[in-house]
């Protein structure tokens, strides 16, 4: 059978407060360079106001987002003299310890916009054993942190961004990257092209709230919505590719077991990485999570994955 063509993609949306996002970027990466940079929020809302005057109050999550993008900035600067996986984790711990802990926000819960920390980002691009062949896609792709890791590897022929806020497309242009959706979510859109890895880390939340609205079309009725973008995504990679996802906990437990269940009896489970306790304290969370490493279709003779 020929395969489908996927769909035209929408252009991102335009980010009203683009120059102002740019702004903060721009003068939070000056200080990270000089070392000037302030851990302390309101010494970063009285540096946030000098750069662009306002009350800062009134753009916190913009504030955060660019202090995000300036790291992920000088992290790729700094890796370019990088050549090891552990060359690269401590640079991506050494980036990560400039981040304050980042004041939570209605917006941000909301819409589930806790960023991967660095060193997590790292080990997923490791475990996608990414090559000069693969072509990457991160459907959610928030501040660019996953996206900057693959980059940073220097294997992959080429990196595809996906996101849904307007603000954090902008993130992702200030980056260098060009998102291929801004305004549509990732679950209803097919990519651009056919991915050979797909690195992400998707909105997390209790299913049975239905705060996402309900997932159609697959097997298994997931613990948390994050498990309910695996079907999509299974589908959307090339024959042979590889899923590395950053999941919540739950994802391991008992009330998990159908979504385990359906992974095993149809795609090939790699890997089941956790991260390790705090990682997520500078990202304005405390919850812990595990990278899920999953290969598409059945592998025969494939051992049982590792619990890392």
Known sequence: ?????????????????????????????????????????????????????????????????????????RFREKAATLESFGDLMNGALEIEAKLGARSRTLGMVERQQFSTPLPIAVAAAEAAGLSKSDVVLEPTAGTGNLAVAAQVSGAASKILVNELDPRRAEALRALGFEPTVGKYEALKVDPASRPTVIIANFPWGKYSKGKYGKAFGIEFTPSDVAESFFPKAMRDLADGGRLVAVQPTTSVDPGAAGFRSWLEKNHTVRAIIESPPGAYDTRGTSVGSVIFVVDKGRVPGAPPPAHL
């Open 1 to 73: 059978m020929a395969p489908v063509a996927p769909a035209a993609q929408p252009p991102a949306a335009t980010y009203e407060h683009a120059d102002r996002f740019r702004r903060l970027v721009d003068h939070f990466g000056e200080k990270l360079r000089t070392g000037a940079l302030p851990s302390r929020p309101d010494e970063l809302r009285k540096l946030a106001a000098a750069a662009v005057g306002g009350d800062p109050g009134t753009y916190t999550d913009d504030m955060h987002d660019a202090i995000e993008v300036a790291l992920n900035r």
